[in-house]
């Protein structure tokens, strides 16, 4: 009997010390996990941000989006004051938009009157027409360092018949006597609005930002905690207007489904402040 | 397995360090640099500091950013947790979670001639006794051709 006892004594003892062992080493492996999925998620995610907002061709404008509608901000400077620039924090929101290069140059084909609203360009690249105009894109035209809406896609160009016609926006015409023939040489570069917003913990990218084009994304990482991460910088509590040449975000991950045990530091805060790269701004207008 | 938390957490840290010090590479690349203005401060240099060297070592200037700030904030640029992310509306039930470390952001930016200027950042950390460094450099032109 005191042979079964001591046994059984024994036994427990190494049960207990073996439940002990495996339960940290499950906690740890846990805690490594979470530590290295909201990593993996803030890799990722900034340098999608990064690289594609460094080429952004206009001013930062917020975005609220809700569920169902995608609508600009409307932001003021707030108190709180960014350790990185000093600069002041604008409100924020769960969205931003900026325009891109989509296409160009591509060269005017037919000559356009200062009155001329509907310009033709030669859209071919190598045989193929990379580029399609969509209402809502702007045109620069830098021999005239003018900017352009496109309003209507009068003829959409296609791979046998590349040429296209676009409307502007300036009812009033182009402006200038652009001429086309020997010598003459008026190319055209086309910009398109794209976002980034953050919904139910999903980073998204929105190629093209436009009509209902808006509701089609990427994800780009999930996981993603902050509700509000994106603001722009102020130079003061009291300035009335950003100028939109610098994206705050703090953008907030932790692994939700694979690690989720809320490991104390399992969070990741990536804290970043992004300007255009292209000095100066391509286009002026946010529109 | 303590060995591999440190190292996942520091490889972390790591890459905040390293989109600290890309925010500065990317203000000194934005800021407007035309002939005939004045040098933008952020690109301003300084003869160096005592006698003349022959030969003469090149006109630079560091700066340093590590603010003091009020407790528990930890001193320096703070990597990690967002103190400003906490407003309701802003922050979720995983906000502070994650354990704030101060850095030591410091800016080298060195002149190579008129148009020219090479920049040098680098983000220092500590993180359990040890010291960890991220950097990154670049070189500056006018935007004048």
Redesign the interface.
Same mark, same amino acid.
């Given at each position: 009997m005191v042979e079964l006892l001591a046994a059984a004594a024994v036994f427990g003892s190494i049960t207990v010390a073996l439940m002990l062992y495996t339960s940290t080493s499950a906690r740890m492996v846990g805690r490594n996990l979470a530590t290295n999925h909201s990593h993996e998620n803030i890799r990722v995610a900034s340098q999608r941000i990064m690289d594609t907002l460094h080429d952004a061709a206009s001013p930062f404008v917020l975005v609220n989006f809700d569920g169902t509608n995608y609508s600009d901000a409307t932001t003021s400077a707030t108190a709180d004051v960014d350790l990185y620039t000093s600069r002041n924090i604008g409100t924020r929101a769960n969205g931003v938009r900026f325009y891109l290069l989509a296409g160009g140059p591509y060269k005017l084909t037919q000559t356009a009157l200062p009155t001329t609203t509907d310009l033709r360009f030669d859209f071919s690249s190598g045989g193929q027409v990379p580029y399609q105009p969509i209402v809502g894109d702007r045109i620069v035209i830098p021999l005239i360092s003018r900017e352009f809406q496109i309003t209507m896609v009068v003829t959409a160009p296609t791979p046998s018949a590349p040429t296209g016609v676009v409307r502007i926006n300036d009812t009033n015409g182009v402006g200038f006597q652009l001429t086309v023939g020997t010598g003459n040489c008026t190319p055209a570069y086309f910009y398109r609005k794209s976002a980034f917003t953050v919904y139910q913990n999903q980073l998204r990218f929105h190629k093209t930002f436009e009509g209902a084009a808006k509701a089609d994304f990427i994800v780009v990482r999930n996981d993603i905690t902050s509700p509000k991460p994106f603001g722009l910088l102020y130079d003061s509590a009291t300035a009335p207007s950003s100028d939109g040449r610098q994206l705050r975000m703090s953008l907030e991950t932790t692994d939700g489904s694979y690690s989720n045990r809320a490991f104390g530091s399992s969070t990741t805060t990536l804290v970043g402040v992004v300007p255009q790269r292209t000095l100066p701004l391509q286009l002026n207008s946010t529109d | 397995?303590?060995m591999?938390?440190r190292r996942?957490?520091t490889?972390?840290l790591e890459? =905040?360090a390293l989109? =600290?010090a890309?925010?500065k590479i990317?203000?000194v690349?934005?800021v407007?640099w035309q002939m005939g203005q004045p040098t933008p401060t952020l690109l301003q240099t300084l003869p160096p500091p005592g006698p003349a060297t022959v030969p003469p070592t090149a006109d630079f200037k560091v700066t340093v950013e590590n603010?003091t @700030?009020t407790p528990p904030l930890p001193s320096g640029?703070?990597l990690?947790?967002?103190d400003? @992310?906490n407003a309701t509306?802003?922050?979720?039930?995983?906000?502070?979670?994650?354990?704030q470390v101060g850095a030591v952001r410091t800016t080298t930016v060195t002149k190579i001639n008129d148009r020219m200027v090479r920049i040098l950042v680098s983000v220092t950390f500590n993180y359990r006794g040890l010291s960890y460094s991220v950097s990154l450099r670049t070189l500056r032109a006018i935007?004048s051709i």
């Open positions: - | 397995m303590n591999l938390n996942a957490f490889s972390r890459t =905040l989109t =600290l890309q925010q990317d203000d690349l934005a407007p603010p @700030n640029l703070p990690g947790n967002d400003l @992310n509306g802003l922050s979720s039930a995983f906000t502070k979670q994650d354990f935007d």
